[in-house]
């Protein structure tokens, strides 16, 4: 279907439009289109980077203190490192972030509560590892209730190491987040 | 009431004293004594492995590297930190009879792979031996080791001898016991 | 004055022949093996004779070697006298039993709801033996047997299995262990028992009744919980409570590293007592040595862990009135800003801001830094004007006071008998403090108060908390005073290997009371460590206390007892 058949115009017009391209696509494939073509094209051109640039501006993360890291977490959105200087913000509800931090050990009768708490974030999301347990289980590896490979359940994007952390790490934690949106490297591929 | 509670607030906003610590931009003085990223002196390190037998959490494993001193570590042998399940807790640290681990003040390691966390003796390692100090440490190390060979060859003559004579020796004695014995069953 | 010595000689005369194998030691503990059909009896007597009033808690001991099970009852009492009596009542370990002493003491309910589940030890005439932090595939392996076969598991992520249960809900299955299989240990028949939710909907009596589910996850308190409230309108008619998401099983962990390598663990235990709970753990294996740790260290200790107590009342504090959503929130903003310059000054010692892994046995890691003296003094004058401040602004609020006044109230006989301690306690006009009671450290130099209030609401346990910080200030200008100079650390072998025996070394933690129990076999890792925490007496003690409330003061109450989640569930 071209053009010509739904505004009178030349055939010629039509041939002529065949050979316009946009981003290394035929031009008439995106003329009669459809929402999925439309998010092909975004995902392909500068206007990814445009919306990843705000994106990875404002991550606003899941406030869901689990343990040691959780004392920290406070802490990192407090005045004392003010984490909206980044555009991180902290929200007690899944319904409106856009990061999950795990931050402390997952066991057996939480796996699925916390499951179920990152498929109730909106798309898109990533999800950060922060301290020893929820990277490897810590100190308690080799416990009998704690799940000690949590990358097998979530996609981790950044793995932030310490016992707590500190909140410093929290921010770095966070920057490399937003290098990785950046940089389009991310795991869920956004 | 409300202005009475709100004193505080004002106070506060106008007293000038900045809380927020500016991280990435500047870092704050950390203490002498703080815990972070270990730091392993490889020309002290003599491969003990102590330090992997006090750790709680069994992170530190001993792989061969090649750039420490031959004549301390023979096996070549350097503790590696998989920093993904250390808690820094210092006991490694503690523990070293060498004291060549110790921790610095450097605590940004977080990695966008799980593998990026373990640090091998390559990374933590500071006072690294040029190829030429190595290649002088090896000849060292070789001709330490023959000496020590020449010893133990000469070691283990005497020794012998020694035992032959010890032997000799118990043998009487277990005579003169036995001639004891004999005498006391009379 | 009951001495322990007093105590031991009455029960003998009163019991002849209940008693096998008695002793005191140190001077203020009595350690006593008891008959098992006698135990119920001999609390009893020592209840109402000897005012041991205070259940204190059990710890079971699985003693493969000699084929049996060994539960320990502590019980102290409430300020009368300072004698702990331990208790050991011993039985058979196939087909293990015990009386339970829920018919005497009600807050021995969980305690021996723990043994069960752990270590599968039947209580006789415990109303309900249900599981209390062990998922339901867990239980019937009894995890803290010494043959169980599961304990050293790094495949828990690999066995996973999804699936989606009876109710549309997704759940993970987890498998046994190979090793488990192997050795077939797995349990061919579980315990029955009713769900929580069964028991829920057991209760719902009317049509105006329901369920209001709060947690497991929280935005402001550190670790997981459910509290399940039965409401008829806006009144909570019965609470139940879910613990255990982020159980760990670190007494299990600790048996299986050695002495040294299990003080870092304890700071796990809860992260905003890591120093005390060092401290407890120490204690008792410096007793279980025979070693003390020199004056010195003992000053840097006490220091720190004053210092550690303004930290943790700041951020319970600056919680609690988050949860209440008090003066939109800026309070918590400032007590965070202060308690940042005490955790440098507590940094600058111990190298760490939260798990400190600074006490070790008979001494201290480092030794004090030079300034440190000065910067503290300073940090402590700010810290007691800003404490003025904070009881000046919302103590003297009309609104808070309203809010706050009447909510939640202990009162002492109710507080004594839910076995709660620390500020809640003393809130109710108990003035019970581990550093009075059972002088540990230098305690017994120091000139402090016990801060008590006669209300016991909610109110009276934050004016606590505020007022110890002044206090807590006080005693380290005294240390820094007093503090003299020497070694810091005693001589002690590599290998730590103690002789064979028991102890318990009790603390005050900022929480209330905390005690370790450790048993040793001569070897170098521990056959027991019993972790006897604050926060769990305040758990047990919730339910009750929010029965009639108003579910808008629910979270107040729960809020004002500053529970750790982490240090219930180990």
Redesign the interface.
């Known amino acids: 279907m071209g053009i010509s058949d739904v505004i009178p115009l030349p055939v010629v017009v039509d041939e002529e439009l065949e050979k316009w391209t946009i981003w290394g696509k035929p031009l008439t494939d995106v003329w009669f289109t459809t929402t999925e073509k439309i998010h092909e094209i975004i995902e392909m051109g500068p206007i990814k980077n445009v919306l990843n640039w705000g994106r990875k501006n404002s991550l606003w993360f899941l ?6 890291c ?3 977490m ?2 990192f959105g ?5 984490c909206d ?1 980044f555009g991180i913000f ?1 929200r ?1 509800t899944p319904r409106q972030v856009d990061v999950m931090i795990i931050s ?2 997952i ?11 990152w498929e109730q974030i909106p798309e898109p999301k990533w999800v950060m590892a922060i301290g ?1 347990c929820a ?19 979530f996609p ?14 929290f ?3 966070f ?2 987040l937003q290098e ?1 949106i950046k940089q389009r ?1 991310d795991k869920r591929g956004y | 009431m409300v202005l009475k509670n709100l004193k505080m607030t004002l106070k506060r906003s106008v007293s000038g004293v900045e809380v927020t610590r500016l991280y990435p931009e500047k870092t704050m003085d950390l203490p002498d004594v703080e815990r972070g990223v270990h730091v392993l002196d490889i020309r002290k390190c003599i491969g003990c492995g102590a330090c992997a037998r006090i750790c709680p959490n069994d992170c530190i494993e001993l792989v061969p590297y090649k750039r420490g001193n031959p004549l301390k570590n023979k096996k070549q042998k350097y503790p590696q930190i998989d920093y993904g399940r250390c808690m820094f807790c210092g006991l490694c640290v503690d523990d070293c009879p060498a004291d060549c681990l110790t921790m610095s003040k450097v605590f940004e390691i977080a990695g966008w792979e799980r593998d990026d966390l373990v640090y091998s003796p390559e990374k933590i390692a500071v006072g690294k031996y040029t190829d030429q100090e190595l290649a002088e440490l090896a000849e060292e190390a070789r001709k330490a080791a023959e000496e020590k060979k020449r010893k133990a060859a000469e070691a283990a003559k005497a020794k012998k001898a020694k035992a032959a004579k010890a032997k000799a020796a118990e043998e009487g004695e277990k005579g003169s016991g036995e001639k004891a014995a004999k005498k006391k069953a009379e | 004055m009951t001495t322990a010595n007093d105590v031991l000689s009455a029960l003998q005369s009163a019991f002849p022949g209940a008693i096998e194998d008695a002793k005191v030691d140190p001077e203020r503990q009595l350690w006593a093996t008891i008959k098992p059909d006698k135990i119920v009896d001999v609390c009893k007597y020592l209840r109402d004779n000897h005012n041991f009033d205070h259940y204190s808690g059990a710890a079971g001991v699985d003693k493969i070697n000699e084929g049996l099970f060994e539960v320990t009852e502590l019980l102290a009492s409430h300020g009368a006298h300072q004698v702990v009596a331990l208790l050991k009542v011993k039985t058979p370990r196939d087909n293990p039993s015990v009386k339970s002493l829920t018919g005497l003491f009600w807050n021995a309910n969980w305690y021996e709801r723990e043994i069960w589940e752990m270590l599968g030890i039947n209580f006789e005439d415990h109303p309900e033996l249900y599981p209390l932090l062990l998922s339901d595939e867990l239980v019937g392996v009894w995890p803290w047997r010494k043959d169980y076969k599961g304990y050293p598991d790094y495949t828990t992520a690999e066995r996973a299995i999804e699936r989606i249960n009876s109710e549309g809900y997704m759940e993970y299955h987890i498998p046994p262990t190979e090793a488990e299989i192997e050795a077939g240990t797995v349990p061919v028949e579980r315990p029955k028992y009713p769900s929580l939710r069964e028991r829920e909907e057991m209760e719902i009596k009317g049509e105006s009744e329901m369920i209001l589910h709060l947690g497991p996850q929280h935005a402001v308190v550190p670790g997981p919980f459910l509290l399940d409230l039965l409401v008829d309108g806006e009144r909570v008619k019965k609470a139940f409570l879910d613990v255990g998401y982020i159980h760990k099983g670190i007494e299990k962990i600790m048996e299986n590293r050695t002495y040294v390598q299990g003080i870092p663990i304890t700071d796990r235990l809860c992260y905003m007592a890591a120093l005390t709970n060092n401290e407890a753990y120490c204690g008792s294996v410096e007793r279980l040595l025979g070693i003390e740790a020199p004056e010195r260290a003992q000053y840097i200790r006490m220091i720190l862990e004053e210092l550690s107590r303004i930290q943790s009342h700041l951020l319970g504090t600056g919680e609690f009135l988050t949860l209440i959503g008090s003066a939109v929130f800026c309070p918590f903003l400032y007590m965070i800003i202060d308690r940042e310059d005490v955790l440098t000054c507590i940094e600058s010692v111990t190298g760490a801001r939260i798990n400190h892994s600074f006490v070790r046995f008979g001494g201290v890691r480092n030794d004090l830094p030079d300034g440190f003296k000065d910067m503290t003094l300073d940090v402590l004058k700010k810290v007691r004007q800003k404490t003025e401040e904070y009881k000046e602004l919302f103590l003297s609020d009309s609104i808070y006071n309203k809010r706050m006044e009447g909510v939640g109230v202990l009162s002492p006989s109710e507080a004594r008998r839910l076995g709660v301690s620390g500020p809640p306690l003393r809130a109710s006009d108990t003035p019970y403090d581990m550093r009075r009671e059972d002088p540990y450290l230098l305690y017994k130099e120091m000139d402090f108060d016990v801060i008590t209030r006669k209300e016991g609401d909610s109110k009276a346990r934050i004016e606590v908390r505020l007022d110890e910080i002044v206090e807590s200030c006080y005693i380290i200008e005294q240390c820094l005073d007093q503090i003299p100079s020497g070694p810091i650390q005693e001589k002690l072998p590599k290998r730590i290997k103690p002789d064979p025996g028991e102890a318990y070394y009790r603390v005050e933690d900022h929480r209330g009371e905390m005690g370790f129990f450790v048993v040793s076999d001569g070897s170098d890792k521990p056959v027991k460590v019993k972790a006897r925490g604050p926060v769990y007496a305040y758990f047990q003690a919730l339910p009750p206390l929010l029965e009639g409330t108003y579910i808008a003061d629910v979270v107040a109450i729960a809020g004002s007892m500053d529970a750790c989640t982490s240090e219930v569930d180990r």
């Not at chain 1, 406030?63 to 040691?68: D, H």
Request: proline letters at 14%.
């Open positions: 406030m869901q203190p689990m343990g040691c959780g004392v920290e406070l802490v407090c005045p004392p490192y003010d200087r902290p007690a402390g050990y066991t057996r009768k939480y796996l699925p509560a916390i499951k179920n708490l020893e990277i490897s289980g810590g100190p308690f590896y080799d416990s009998y209730n704690i799940i000690n490979n949590t990358g097998r359940f981790i994007d950044v793995y932030v190491p310490g016992c707590p952390p500190r909140p410093e790490k921010i770095e934690g920057r490399g990785k490297e």
